[in-house]
Protein backbone atom coordinates (compact mmCIF):
# COMPACT_ATOMS: atom_id res chain seq x y z
CA UNK A 1 0.00 0.00 0.00
CA UNK A 2 1.41 3.73 -1.00
CA UNK A 3 1.67 6.10 1.59
CA UNK A 4 -0.42 8.18 -0.11
CA UNK A 5 -3.28 5.69 -0.27
CA UNK A 6 -3.14 5.56 3.94
CA UNK A 7 -5.90 7.74 5.33
CA UNK A 8 -6.05 7.41 9.10
CA UNK A 9 -7.71 10.33 10.91
CA UNK A 10 -6.68 11.83 13.64
CA UNK A 11 -8.78 11.72 17.26
CA UNK A 12 -8.55 11.71 21.03
CA UNK A 13 -8.65 7.91 21.02
CA UNK A 14 -6.44 7.22 18.75
CA UNK A 15 -3.77 9.27 20.56
CA UNK A 16 -5.16 7.37 23.98
CA UNK A 17 -4.16 4.03 22.24
CA UNK A 18 -0.58 5.02 21.45
CA UNK A 19 -0.12 5.76 24.76
CA UNK A 20 -1.79 2.26 25.99
CA UNK A 21 0.84 0.64 23.93
CA UNK A 22 3.38 1.30 26.06
CA UNK A 23 1.82 0.44 29.08
CA UNK A 24 1.08 -2.94 30.23
CA UNK A 25 -2.11 -4.95 29.61
CA UNK A 26 -4.40 -5.22 26.98
CA UNK A 27 -4.64 -1.27 24.62
CA UNK A 28 -7.76 -1.46 24.25
CA UNK A 29 -8.78 -2.08 27.97
CA UNK A 30 -6.62 0.50 29.09
CA UNK A 31 -8.36 2.89 27.17
CA UNK A 32 -12.06 1.88 27.59
CA UNK A 33 -11.24 1.85 31.34
CA UNK A 34 -9.98 5.47 30.95
CA UNK A 35 -13.26 6.23 29.43
CA UNK A 36 -15.26 4.23 32.04
CA UNK A 37 -13.66 6.11 35.00
CA UNK A 38 -15.12 9.93 33.13
CA UNK A 39 -18.75 7.88 32.29
CA UNK A 40 -18.77 6.67 36.46
CA UNK A 41 -17.41 10.61 37.38
CA UNK A 42 -20.54 11.89 35.07
CA UNK A 43 -22.92 9.72 37.05
CA UNK A 44 -21.79 10.99 40.36
CA UNK A 45 -22.57 14.34 39.40
CA UNK A 46 -25.06 14.44 36.20
CA UNK A 47 -26.21 11.17 35.62
CA UNK A 48 -28.11 10.67 39.31
CA UNK A 49 -29.69 13.62 39.40
CA UNK A 50 -31.20 13.39 36.00
CA UNK A 51 -35.19 12.09 37.26
CA UNK A 52 -35.70 10.30 33.91
CA UNK A 53 -32.03 8.55 33.67
CA UNK A 54 -32.55 7.80 37.34
CA UNK A 55 -35.95 5.80 36.95
CA UNK A 56 -34.54 4.01 34.04
CA UNK A 57 -31.98 2.88 35.87
CA UNK A 58 -34.26 1.54 38.60
CA UNK A 59 -36.28 -0.29 36.10
CA UNK A 60 -32.82 -2.18 35.04
CA UNK A 61 -32.55 -3.45 38.28
CA UNK A 62 -29.53 -1.08 39.30
CA UNK A 63 -25.62 -1.69 37.80
CA UNK A 64 -24.01 -5.12 37.69
CA UNK A 65 -21.71 -6.50 40.35
CA UNK A 66 -18.52 -5.21 38.98
CA UNK A 67 -19.70 -1.12 38.35
CA UNK A 68 -22.06 -1.04 41.64
CA UNK A 69 -18.64 -2.03 43.74
CA UNK A 70 -16.49 0.20 41.57
CA UNK A 71 -18.75 2.81 42.38
CA UNK A 72 -19.11 2.11 45.52
CA UNK A 73 -15.00 3.24 46.11
CA UNK A 74 -16.23 6.67 44.94
CA UNK A 75 -18.13 7.33 47.93
CA UNK A 76 -21.62 6.76 46.06
CA UNK A 77 -23.32 5.89 49.85
CA UNK A 78 -26.22 8.02 49.32
CA UNK A 79 -26.74 8.17 45.54
CA UNK A 80 -26.49 3.71 45.76
CA UNK A 81 -28.71 3.63 48.64
CA UNK A 82 -31.47 5.72 46.69
CA UNK A 83 -31.44 3.28 43.74
CA UNK A 84 -31.18 0.29 45.70
CA UNK A 85 -34.06 1.38 47.91
CA UNK A 86 -36.30 1.51 44.76
CA UNK A 87 -35.11 -1.98 43.96
CA UNK A 88 -35.65 -3.52 47.05
CA UNK A 89 -39.02 -2.08 47.21
CA UNK A 90 -39.83 -3.49 43.75
CA UNK A 91 -38.56 -6.68 44.29
CA UNK A 92 -40.70 -7.54 47.75
CA UNK A 93 -43.72 -6.07 45.95
CA UNK A 94 -43.06 -9.16 42.76
CA UNK A 95 -42.48 -11.24 46.26
CA UNK A 96 -45.66 -10.37 47.90
CA UNK A 97 -47.57 -10.59 44.38
CA UNK A 98 -45.97 -14.17 44.07
CA UNK A 99 -47.13 -15.04 47.60
CA UNK A 100 -50.58 -14.10 47.15
CA UNK A 101 -51.12 -15.57 43.83
CA UNK A 102 -49.97 -19.22 45.33
CA UNK A 103 -52.35 -19.00 48.17
CA UNK A 104 -55.52 -17.90 46.08
CA UNK A 105 -54.15 -21.10 43.82
CA UNK A 106 -54.52 -22.66 46.84
CA UNK A 107 -58.07 -22.07 48.21
CA UNK A 108 -59.17 -22.80 44.61
CA UNK A 109 -57.16 -26.63 43.96
CA UNK A 110 -59.83 -28.45 42.54
CA UNK A 111 -60.50 -31.64 44.02
CA UNK A 112 -62.20 -34.95 42.15
CA UNK A 113 -64.26 -31.52 39.67
CA UNK A 114 -65.92 -32.49 36.34
CA UNK A 115 -63.45 -32.30 33.12
CA UNK A 116 -64.38 -28.83 32.22
CA UNK A 117 -63.68 -27.40 35.13
CA UNK A 118 -59.67 -28.41 34.60
CA UNK A 119 -59.43 -28.02 31.50
CA UNK A 120 -60.17 -24.39 32.17
CA UNK A 121 -58.03 -24.31 35.19
CA UNK A 122 -55.30 -24.97 33.03
CA UNK A 123 -55.78 -21.82 31.12
CA UNK A 124 -56.96 -19.36 34.08
CA UNK A 125 -54.79 -20.29 36.78
CA UNK A 126 -53.71 -17.89 38.98
CA UNK A 127 -49.59 -16.95 37.04
CA UNK A 128 -46.52 -16.58 39.16
CA UNK A 129 -43.93 -14.86 39.09
CA UNK A 130 -40.91 -15.41 36.02
CA UNK A 131 -38.17 -14.29 37.69
CA UNK A 132 -34.83 -13.82 35.26
CA UNK A 133 -32.05 -16.45 34.88
CA UNK A 134 -28.52 -15.50 36.33
CA UNK A 135 -27.18 -14.61 32.98
CA UNK A 136 -29.80 -12.00 32.51
CA UNK A 137 -29.55 -10.63 35.53
CA UNK A 138 -28.03 -7.96 35.25
CA UNK A 139 -28.00 -7.62 31.10
CA UNK A 140 -29.41 -4.45 31.55
CA UNK A 141 -26.44 -2.69 33.47
CA UNK A 142 -26.60 1.05 31.64
CA UNK A 143 -22.71 0.94 32.43
CA UNK A 144 -21.94 -2.37 30.82
CA UNK A 145 -23.66 -1.18 27.81
CA UNK A 146 -21.45 2.05 28.26
CA UNK A 147 -18.54 -0.09 28.06
CA UNK A 148 -19.96 -2.09 24.83
CA UNK A 149 -20.25 1.16 23.09
CA UNK A 150 -16.68 2.59 24.25
CA UNK A 151 -15.16 -1.10 23.01
CA UNK A 152 -17.09 -0.89 19.31
CA UNK A 153 -15.35 2.49 18.79
CA UNK A 154 -12.20 2.18 20.16
CA UNK A 155 -11.87 -1.32 18.37
CA UNK A 156 -13.01 0.68 15.17
CA UNK A 157 -10.17 3.59 15.46
CA UNK A 158 -7.63 0.62 16.37
CA UNK A 159 -8.36 -1.12 12.83
CA UNK A 160 -8.07 2.30 11.33
CA UNK A 161 -4.81 2.92 12.59
CA UNK A 162 -3.49 -0.20 11.84
CA UNK A 163 -3.06 0.78 8.17
CA UNK A 164 0.00 2.76 9.88
CA UNK A 165 3.14 0.95 10.04
CA UNK A 166 4.22 2.73 13.43
CA UNK A 167 1.00 1.78 14.72
CA UNK A 168 1.89 -1.61 13.84
CA UNK A 169 5.26 -2.06 15.50
CA UNK A 170 3.78 -0.19 19.03
CA UNK A 171 1.11 -3.25 18.90
CA UNK A 172 4.02 -5.56 18.18
CA UNK A 173 5.93 -4.32 21.01
CA UNK A 174 2.90 -3.83 23.71
CA UNK A 175 1.59 -6.59 25.89
CA UNK A 176 -0.50 -7.00 22.77
CA UNK A 177 -4.93 -7.34 22.90
CA UNK A 178 -6.78 -9.61 25.51
CA UNK A 179 -8.74 -12.48 24.13
CA UNK A 180 -11.57 -10.99 23.97
CA UNK A 181 -10.52 -7.79 22.30
CA UNK A 182 -8.78 -9.70 19.81
CA UNK A 183 -11.61 -11.66 18.91
CA UNK A 184 -13.38 -8.61 18.20
CA UNK A 185 -11.31 -6.93 16.40
CA UNK A 186 -10.32 -9.91 14.46
CA UNK A 187 -14.04 -10.46 13.36
CA UNK A 188 -14.28 -6.66 12.67
CA UNK A 189 -11.35 -6.60 10.18
CA UNK A 190 -12.61 -10.01 8.88
CA UNK A 191 -15.65 -8.27 7.73
CA UNK A 192 -13.64 -5.13 6.21
CA UNK A 193 -10.06 -6.03 5.52
CA UNK A 194 -8.91 -9.44 5.29
CA UNK A 195 -5.96 -8.07 4.80
CA UNK A 196 -5.74 -6.33 7.94
CA UNK A 197 -6.60 -9.27 9.80
CA UNK A 198 -3.80 -10.84 8.89
CA UNK A 199 -1.15 -8.13 10.27
CA UNK A 200 -3.41 -8.21 13.35
CA UNK A 201 -3.09 -11.95 14.04
CA UNK A 202 0.84 -11.39 13.24
CA UNK A 203 1.33 -8.87 15.57
CA UNK A 204 -0.47 -10.91 18.52
CA UNK A 205 1.32 -13.85 17.72
CA UNK A 206 4.68 -11.69 18.44
CA UNK A 207 3.12 -10.64 21.42
CA UNK A 208 2.14 -13.29 22.65
CA UNK A 209 4.99 -15.49 22.20
CA UNK A 210 7.41 -13.12 24.06
CA UNK A 211 4.71 -13.28 27.03
CA UNK A 212 4.89 -16.75 26.97
CA UNK A 213 8.60 -17.26 26.55
CA UNK A 214 8.88 -15.15 29.91
CA UNK A 215 6.50 -17.09 31.62
CA UNK A 216 8.52 -19.82 30.70
CA UNK A 217 11.59 -17.65 32.59
CA UNK A 218 9.48 -17.27 35.55
CA UNK A 219 8.70 -21.25 35.79
CA UNK A 220 12.52 -21.87 35.05
CA UNK A 221 13.86 -19.54 37.81
CA UNK A 222 11.50 -20.54 40.68
CA UNK A 223 13.40 -23.62 40.39
CA UNK A 224 16.60 -23.70 43.21
CA UNK A 225 18.99 -24.37 40.45
CA UNK A 226 18.55 -20.68 39.33
CA UNK A 227 18.00 -19.44 43.22
CA UNK A 228 21.29 -17.40 42.37
CA UNK A 229 20.07 -15.34 38.93
CA UNK A 230 19.29 -12.06 38.69
CA UNK A 231 15.34 -11.00 38.70
CA UNK A 232 13.87 -8.80 35.49
CA UNK A 233 10.39 -8.13 33.79
CA UNK A 234 10.34 -12.33 33.91
CA UNK A 235 9.04 -11.77 36.98
CA UNK A 236 5.54 -9.97 36.57
CA UNK A 237 4.55 -11.92 33.21
CA UNK A 238 2.04 -13.90 35.11
CA UNK A 239 0.16 -11.07 35.13
CA UNK A 240 0.47 -10.48 31.52
CA UNK A 241 -0.76 -13.75 30.21
CA UNK A 242 -3.83 -13.09 32.89
CA UNK A 243 -4.08 -9.95 31.51
CA UNK A 244 -4.55 -11.65 27.85
CA UNK A 245 -6.92 -13.99 29.05
CA UNK A 246 -9.55 -11.88 30.91
CA UNK A 247 -8.64 -8.77 30.05
CA UNK A 248 -6.90 -5.82 32.27
CA UNK A 249 -8.28 -5.69 35.93
CA UNK A 250 -11.32 -3.65 36.24
CA UNK A 251 -12.60 -4.45 32.83
CA UNK A 252 -15.56 -6.91 33.59
Known sequence: MRKEDVVVHPSRDADSLCAAFKREGCPICTVVLEHMDMAMNTWNYEGFTDVEHRHTLIRSGGFCPLHTWQLAQRNNAFQLALIYREVLTDFLATLD???????????????????????????????????????ELYARCPLCRTRANIEQRVTEVLIEQLQLEEIRTLLCQSTGLCRQHFMQTSRMTLERSPQQQQVLIACQQACLQRTLEEVKELIRKHDYHAATESRGDEMTAWRRAAEFSVGNPGIR
Open 97 to 135: RNETQQQVAVLHRPGREPGWKTWLSKWFQPKTAQFPQAV
